[in-house]
Nanobody
Framework: QAQLAESGGGSVQPGGSLRLSCVAS????????MAWYRQVPGQQREMVAA???????TYADFVKGRFTISRDNAKNTVYLQMNNLKPEDTAVYYC???????????????WGQGTQVTVSS
């Protein structure tokens, strides 16, 4: 059972744009932070952008000014608008839900299946 369903990946030229979407189940999405990560084969998965349940956003330095994360709580959906894409943005992009399970801040991470983004000439 897929609890995080991603879409929107594809192939674009440098300078192009893509919009990724991730639809989560209500029990995962509600009250939890969401994020987008990416991973290149042979490298560690890295955080791209994150948004808290209250809408506060955080971005990795390498995407600031180019990517925008947003969430629609009514639709249980998180988006990643990617503009001015560069070849080094090529990776598998994963939707993440950080589910906090107690008042101490203990959490578990839930992941989507990943969607391929390719930026090339």
């Amino acid at each position: 059972q897929a609890q995080l369903a991603e879409s929107g990946g594809g192939s674009v030229q440098p300078g192009g744009s893509l919009r990724l979407s991730c639809v989560a189940s209500g029990r995962i999405f509600s009250g939890n932070g969401m994020a987008w990560y990416r991973q290149v084969p042979g490298q560690q998965r890295e955080m791209v952008a994150a948004v808290t349940s209250g809408g506060t956003t955080t971005y990795a330095d390498f995407v600031k000014g180019r990517f925008t994360i947003s969430r629609d709580n009514a639709k249980n959906t998180v988006y990643l608008q990617m503009n001015n894409l560069k070849p080094e943005d090529t990776a598998v992009y994963y939707c993440n839900a950080r589910v906090v399970v107690n008042v101490e801040g203990v959490y578990v991470d839930r992941w989507g299946q990943g969607t391929q983004v390719t930026v090339s000439s």
